[in-house]
Every structure is written in C-alpha cells, then in structure tokens.
C-alpha cells in the first residue's frame, strides 16, 4: 500500500481544515499549515493528532523555504492561505487594497508553489483556491474579482509548464468559514441569507463541499489546467 502526503497552506481553518479532514485517511498522509500555534493546534486536535502541523506567515518568502527545505518530498498541494480585500462598490474602492490582496493571497500561494517545486511529486497535484467572484459579473466586486482572476490565468499556463505535475484551482462561491468573520453575527446572517436566496441550491456552501471539490481534483489524476467552480450555482444566477 503506498501512502501519499498532502500539505494544505491554511489547513488550520474553513475550507482549508475540511480539506484536511477529507483527505487524511489510511494512504493519505496530511500536513496542515497556518500563522496562529493556537487556531493551528485545535484544528490538529479536531484532526485527532494524526496530522503534521507547522506555523508559519506564507507572505513570508524565507519562513516558506524554510518549511519545504524541512519537509522532504510530497505529492500533493493545496493552497487555501485567505486574502480578504478589495471588496466594496468600485467608486470608492482604495486601489491599494488590490495590491495588498495581491501580497495577501496570490504572492503567497504562487510563492509556496515555487518553494515547493523540488520536492513535489511531478506526479502528483497543486489545487489553487480562487473564488467565483472572479466568475460573475456582480456589483462590489471589482477589487477582489481582479485578485482571483489572476489564479484562473495562471493555472492553465502552469499545468502545460510544470506538466506532469497537475495544476488545478477550486472557485468557490459564498462558504460559511471563519473567512466572514470581518461581519458581525447579524451581519453575516443577512448577507448568507442573501446569497442563499441567489443561489440556485437554496443555501450558502459548507466548507465540506468544497474539501469534496478539492479531493476530486487531487485524486483524479485525468484533470489538469481546470477550474473547478463549486457554487451552489451562483455564477449563473448572480
Ligand atoms: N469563505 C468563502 O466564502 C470563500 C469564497 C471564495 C473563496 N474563498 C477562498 O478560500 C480560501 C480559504 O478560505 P476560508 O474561507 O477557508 O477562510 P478561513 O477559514 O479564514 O481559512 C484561511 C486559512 O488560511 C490561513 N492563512 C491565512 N493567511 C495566511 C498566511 N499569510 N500564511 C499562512 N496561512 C494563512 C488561516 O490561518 P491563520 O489565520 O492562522 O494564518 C486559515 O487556516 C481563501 O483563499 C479564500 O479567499 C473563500
């Protein structure tokens, strides 16, 4: 029986966290990243201990290298680290919230890529998470559907440069995740009960609906340079 190892980037929360979850099993080894020891050592518990962990700020280009010098070969990436900016009406978006998502969320999950590369398993998969608000043409997204759009552009271009390796991305849509938690309680109810009235399904996603999008793609080893949107249906219907 041969044992595979998954290492998740923002594995201690939400989407990350149910990825975990999801993969580890008897031949699926899993090692779960994040910034707090804290968040980090309940999501290891809630894992059952079975789990590698390592803290560490992905923004950071030396604490990367560091963490993938250290973990020896794997086969399989997900990159779940969150960026959080650029939302709002276009008017008054401050245009220095597109570069902060930019150093927030793409620098880091293309930057643990690279580090990654000499010892990631050209057999193996890096799954990439967007977000369908680079999908759909709704109002106050301008700012942060720019800064996922840029994951869409390159996935297709890494899977044929870095081919055998499988590049993929998941674009989820509205996921109940500590992600929202910017909102208050009230607040995040509304716009959930928002969305889910927009959403085709009915409801707003649970993080283990996308987890269930991302095994797919690290399993099936057919896929590669795709977007994998998992909505509910909202991109139609936004
Ligand atoms: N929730 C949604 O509705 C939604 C929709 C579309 C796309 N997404 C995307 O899905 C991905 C996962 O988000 P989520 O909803 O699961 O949010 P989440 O619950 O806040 O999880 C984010 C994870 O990333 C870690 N993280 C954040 N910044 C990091 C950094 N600089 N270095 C290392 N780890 C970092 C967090 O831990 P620490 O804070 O301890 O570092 C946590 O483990 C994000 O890329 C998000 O943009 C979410």
Known sequence: MSIEHCVI???????GLATAKRLLSPTMKVTITGRSE??????????GGTVGKAAFDATKPDAVRHFFDGLGPFDHLVLA???????GPFATLDLADIGSGVDEKIKPQLGCLQAALPTLNKAGSVTFISAV?????????????????????????????????????VAPGVI??????FLSGEEQQAVFAEYAGKTPVGRIGRAEDVADA?????????????????????????
Do not use: H, Y
Not at 136 to 162: D, K, S, Y
Not at 176 to 181: A, C, G, K, S
């Open 9 to 15: 980037i923002g594995g201690s929360s939400g989407i």
């Open 38 to 47: 804290d968040k980090l050592n309940n999501a290891w518990k809630s894992l």
């Open 81 to 87: 680290a969150s960026g959080g900016r650029g939302l």
């Open 133 to 169: 608000s680079a999908q759909i043409a709704a109002p106050g997204i301008a700012g942060i559907g720019a800064i996922n759009g840029m994951l869409l552009t390159v996935v297709p271009i890494l899977a044929v440069e870095l081919k055998p390796l499988r590049v993929n991305v």
């Open 176 to 181: 109940d995740t500590p992600w929202w938690d």
């Open 214 to 238: 991302i095994a797919f793609l690290v399993s099936n080893g057919f896929m590669t340079g795709q977007v994998l949107t998992c909505d509910g249906g909202l991109r139609f219907a936004a």
